[in-house]
T-cell receptor, first 109, second 112 residues
Framework: QQQVKQSPQSLIVQKGGIPIINCAYE??????FPWYQQFPGKGPALLIA?????SEKKEGRFTISFNKSAKQFSLHIMDSQPGDSATYFC????????FGTGTRLTVIP | IAGITQAPTSQILAAGRRMTLRCTQD?????MYWYRQDLGLGLRLIHY???????GKGEVPDGYSVSRANTDDFPLTLASAVPSQTSVYFC???????????FGDGTRLSIL
């Protein structure tokens, strides 16, 4: 059973748009929520992460919004660029890191 | 450049054969991990090691074994490969268990 549910599977936006990727979980013991970016033929790279005592975290054009009561968190990419085209994974940590199934983002020039 | 090196980058293997995937890190990280990545399933943890000399089972350990003789190396062995082990395998490390994980570029393994 997938511990972290991620949606959508794929997303296409125009350059400058704001793609939003959503994740949900049930296990309230999760205490660390990272997002990874993966380009074809490469390993996942840590993009940004949040802990449940914070509702929002920004790093450059990337923002995580975290809703502890709803057990949901999301990634927003501001002013998206073609170079942001990649697969994005959310994850949650409790003793091990549990990954979502990934979202393939395409940013059209 | 510091990081994780995995070898081979890809391999085609006959079912029933033994295979060892190599992983070396030069960051002196204590913790290391092996994941498999399958379409529609994301990444799933196979085995981990908190520190040299210790290993533990992850979410999908069956059919795989690991060893951690020193800090830098964490090989993954398939004793008798089966087609369901066809996957992309990623090694990762973190300074300590629970810390941010850094990934290698993976080994694409096909079992025929």
């Amino acid at each position: 059973q997938q511990q972290v549910k991620q949606s959508p599977q794929s997303l296409i936006v125009q350059k400058g748009g704001i793609p939003i990727i959503n994740c949900a979980y049930e296990n309230t013991a999760f205490d660390y929520f990272p997002w990874y970016q993966q380009f074809p033929g490469k390993g996942p790279a840590l993009l940004i992460a949040i802990r449940p005592d914070v509702s929002e975290k920004k790093e450059g054009r990337f923002t995580i919004s975290f809703n502890k009561s709803a057990k949901q968190f999301s990634l927003h990419i501001m002013d998206s660029q073609p170079g942001d085209s990649a697969t994005y994974f959310c994850a949650a940590w409790e003793n091990n890191l549990f990954f979502g199934t990934g979202t393939r983002l395409t940013v059209i020039p | 450049i510091a990081g994780i090196t995995q070898a081979p980058t890809s391999q085609i293997l006959a079912a029933g054969r033994r295979m060892t995937l190599r992983c070396t890190q030069d960051m002196r990280h204590n913790a290391m991990y092996w994941y498999r990545q399958d379409l529609g399933l994301g990444l799933r943890l196979i085995h981990y090691s908190n520190t040299a000399g210790t290993t533990g089972k992850g979410e999908v350990p069956d059919g795989y074994s690991v060893s951690r003789a020193n800090t830098d190396d964490f090989p993954l062995t398939l004793a008798s490969a089966v087609p369901s082990q066809t996957s992309v395998y990623f090694c990762a490390s973190s300074e300590d268990r629970g810390g941010p994980q850094h990934f290698g570029d993976g080994t694409r393994l096909s079992i025929l």
